[in-house]
């Protein structure tokens, strides 16, 4: 199972960017899928999941800016950044809780990480 994050970029402060984050490979099903980050110096943090029934859950400081959501038929995860802030700036990182088959149990996979910039 391979996850491939994009959408990363610079973007001025109360700009949007939005990540995409596609599994491929052997996929019986996909639990959670969701998005952290990790900024400079900083232990990597939750930023928002999404359950397989569309329920989410966000961390505080992106409440209300960001929104979480997938498409079941193409195993994406998409994440819409709005007012973005400097202290968004991080490498995000997707992951996607997979079952490869029926009687595999559930393994997190995780992408490779897209950067985010936000300029002041």
């Known amino acids: 199972v391979q996850l491939q994050a994009s959408g990363g970029g610079l973007v001025q402060a109360g700009g949007s960017l939005r990540l995409s984050c596609a599994a491929s490979?052997?996929?019986?099903?996909?639990?959670?899928m969701g998005w952290y980050r990790q900024a400079s110096g900083l232990q990597r943090e939750l930023v928002a999941i999404?359950?397989?029934?569309?329920?989410?859950n966000y961390a505080d400081s992106v409440k209300g800016r960001f929104t979480i959501s997938r498409d079941n038929a193409k195993n994406t995860v998409y994440l819409q950044m709005n007012t973005l802030r400097p202290e968004d700036t991080a490498v995000y990182y997707c992951?996607?809780?997979?079952?490869?088959?029926?009687?595999?149990?559930?393994?997190?996979?995780w992408g490779q990480g897209t950067e985010v910039t936000v300029s002041s």
């Open positions: 999404i359950t397989s029934g569309g329920s989410t």
């Open positions: 992951h996607a809780d997979v079952r490869p088959r029926i009687t595999h149990p559930v393994v997190r996979y």
């Open positions: 490979g052997s996929i019986y099903s996909i639990n959670d």
